[in-house]
């Protein structure tokens, strides 16, 4: 009970940090696609979708290879080895962006904002730099550090934001505002808001970044990018099940339908499902540290078991909130555009409560340095929601999509649970979590077959419907014990 406790207070405190920025960071949406078309938003989509890949690619699965080998090695070396690498590999990749910008913007059909290109280049190299600083504020448990500099770099993507997009079009008229803006540019914009954040967040870092000794270590190196690399390759394949969609949409889309619209509609609709993405995120910062640190205690498995129990119950209760109060979320998305695309919601709260799922499991191969086997089931993975958004894109659109990731996650916990029971038994409750899902879908169907035209009787039918379910599962579990202590 003591280590749940624990964890809840440090995905407490991380929620706070992580949650803060990123629902800051979300309250751009309403605005972005207040001022931009759908076509439009879906330029932003389809930019912000190669981030996730790229991200991946240039941190190269060194934070978690940082939180691995600071257990047993000194910690200020790894810091130092894994930062340098970083460095070296991010000055390389912008001047590989910088050299190849014109033939690169042309494949990606955006030869005309060759710009794009190079204010991502930057950006990433930017945000992969502070990879490392921000990791070593979570394993030395200094959140509000980290809460800082995160809140710093959204408070300034945020104002710029505001500046270009509310404030300059509306009073373009002002000499010095013509000196700052053209209404030409549009998105860019939010690129351009998002390099000058990045640019901000390092500068502010450096006094902690050289707050540690930086030594460079080869030999450590070497061993710690032979446990990362696996970790880089499978969150690049897991990340092609979390972005390619958005990618193949552009692509597999007919012209006739639009496929830029309907890239900024399914783009704009995944971000309703903010509660449940924000819940895994700030899970993720505190459980990742948590679990290497609690490693050799007695009862580790057990309590990896239990965390994924109430790690379940807490995204079914998201997933019931957003779904049964969707009427009201759904002006978070400003033009009725954009509200085409609410019932693929549900789907992709379910996708991304299954992609927490297999974030907990997959830690026994963390923990048990296999982590080839990350790599054997994401790439598995990879291979199906590729070719499902391939065959099934045209058929149905951004609905296939939405349901490729859910089926797509379903088969990655199977396999990563069955590998796990062979090499890294852990005690999971499976009864009660099946219990627990089934009756949270059945009251979901039950909400969806008996709405009301009334929204707001509708809204209380579904608020009585989510407290008896909440109150079904604290009669159960005692939540409230488990997380207080008491």
């Known amino acids: 009970m003591g280590n749940i406790k624990k964890l809840a207070g440090q995905t407490a405190v991380y929620g706070l940090c992580s949650m803060i920025p990123r629902f800051l960071n979300y309250l751009l949406v309403p605005l972005h696609t207040q001022v ?15 981030v996730t890949f790229l991200l991946i690619l240039l941190t190269y699965g060194l934070e978690t290879g940082f939180f691995r080998f600071s257990q047993h090695t000194d910690k200020n070396l790894v810091y130092g080895t894994t930062f340098l690498s970083i ?74 934001n505001l500046f270009f997009l509310w404030f300059c079009p509306r009073y373009a008229h002002l000499e010095w505002v013509q000196t700052v803006y053209n209404e030409e540019i549009g998105v860019g914009y939010i690129f351009i808001s998002n390099l000058i954040a990045s640019g901000a967040t390092i500068l502010l870092l450096l006094p902690e970044i050289f707050r540690h000794k930086i030594r460079f270590d080869f030999g450590l190196w070497k061993r710690i990018i032979a446990y990362s690399l696996p970790l880089m390759a499978a969150g690049l394949a897991g990340n092609i099940n979390e972005a390619i969609d958005r990618v193949l949409l552009k692509y597999r889309l007919p012209d006739c339908s639009l496929p830029m619209e309907q890239v900024g509609i399914y783009g704009a609709n995944i971000k309703i499902a903010i509660l449940m993405t924000l819940f895994i995120q700030m899970f993720r910062y505190a459980a990742e540290p948590f679990f290497f640190n609690n490693e050799k205690e007695k009862g580790s ?48 709260l379910l996708a991304n409560m299954c992609l927490g799922i297999y974030f907990n499991l997959s830690i026994w191969f963390k923990l048990s340095n296999q982590t080839r086997y990350g790599l054997l089931i994401a790439a598995t993975g990879a291979g199906i929601s590729i070719a499902g958004n391939w065959l099934l894109i045209p058929l149905w659109g951004y609905h296939a999509s939405a349901w490729m990731h859910l089926i797509c996650y379903v088969v990655m916990i199977v396999i990563t649970w069955r590998l796990g029971k062979a090499h890294y038994p852990i005690p999971y409750d499976l009864k009660k979590i ?50 207080l202590g008491k």
């Open 36 to 50: 931009f078309p759908a076509a439009g938003y879906g330029v932003v989509t389809e930019w912000y979708t190669y």
């Open 87 to 160: 460095v070296a590999t991010s000055a390389l990749f912008i001047v590989g962006i910088t050299a190849f910008a014109r033939p690169l913007s042309e494949w990606m059909n955006y030869a005309d904002h060759r710009e794009y290109l190079l204010w991502f280049g930057w950006i990433l190299g930017l945000d992969a730099l502070s990879a490392i600083p921000f990791a070593r504020f979570r394993i030395d448990n200094r959140p509000l550090r980290f809460a800082f500099f995160k809140l710093t770099n959204v408070g300034v993507n945020i104002l710029l």
């Open 301 to 348: 498995r057990q309590t990896i078991a239990d965390v994924m129990k109430y790690f379940v119950i807490f995204c079914l209760i998201i997933f019931l909130g957003v779904t049964f109060y969707i009427d009201i979320i759904k002006h978070f998305l400003r033009s009725e555009e954009y509200w085409a695309g609410l019932d693929i919601v549900p789907v992709m």
């Open 434 to 483: 099946f219990l627990y899902v089934a009756i949270a879908v059945g009251f979901f169907f039950l909400a969806t077959f008996t709405t009301l035209e009334n929204v707001a009787l509708n809204l209380l039918k579904n608020t009585v419907l989510l407290a008896v379910y909440i109150m079904y599962i604290e009669r159960k579990e005692h939540l409230l014990k488990q997380i």
